[in-house]
């Protein structure tokens, strides 16, 4: 039987980010958008821990890249910060009010994302599926990021439910792999009306 609803942040209550935030810090720093674009995941791993700031993060960034005479300018990396942080802010509304809606149907509803300290310093209190949460299980908090199994099964505990009474929904395929191999149900992001196509499908076999 299932008893709770998982949600990933990024990309699935929120809105897929465009790209404008790559391509303003492209012209703030003359380095081509497809640098900030990456995913980083050399120094984004620590940033969504909690270890680094986002400010640590760009100035990493850009050391790697050698530009070091950047990295150096505080003013730039406080603005590059800035611009990561508001390219996730914007909220698909109709991902909040389904998963509002699956809450008020009798569904204990989770939230496990890999998320750093300063979105949440701005965004917990005034995102909805955050406030509404049963548990909400954020990366930087627990230390420990997707697709790490540990972070799962703090998820789990904290909605106090087992891995097969759990749907997770997540844009990535490999934290959805890592879902299943522990049992949850997990379904891959790909838009709110494949969701609910895959939803209906799985309460039938369930």
């Known amino acids: 039987m299932i008893k709770a609803v998982i949600f990933d942040y990024g990309n699935v209550i929120s809105l897929p ?56 300018d505080p003013a730039l990396l406080t603005r590059l910060a800035e611009l990561e942080g508001a390219s996730w802010d914007t909220l698909n509304q109709d991902v909040v009010a389904w998963a509002l809606e699956l809450r008020r149907g009798g569904l204990k509803l989770g939230v496990l994302s890999n998320m750093p300290h300063e979105f949440l310093a701005r965004h917990e209190r005034d995102i909805p599926v955050f ?12 230390g420990l990021i997707k697709p ?11 909605l106090a439910v087992a891995p097969e009474e759990a749907v997770f929904f997540d844009d990535l395929p490999e934290n959805i792999a890592e879902a299943q191999e522990l049992g949850i149900h ?21």
């Not at 790490?148 to 904290?158: D, F, H, K, Q, V």
């Open 17 to 72: 980010q465009d790209g404008s935030d790559a391509r303003a810090m492209s012209a703030l720093t003359g380095i081509p958008a497809d640098f900030f674009a990456a995913p980083h995941q050399e120094f984004r791993a620590d940033f969504d821990r909690g270890i680094i700031d986002g400010i640590t993060l760009y100035r990493c960034l850009l050391e790697s890249r050698g530009r070091h005479d950047l990295a150096g």
């Open 131 to 142: 406030t509404a949460a049963d548990y909400a299980c954020f990366s930087c908090r627990v």
């Open 148 to 158: 790490e199994p540990e972070i799962y099964w703090n998820c789990l505990a904290g």
């Open 186 to 206: 997990g379904i891959l992001w790909a838009g709110l009306d494949a969701a609910k196509l895959a939803w209906k499908k799985l309460l039938k076999k369930t």
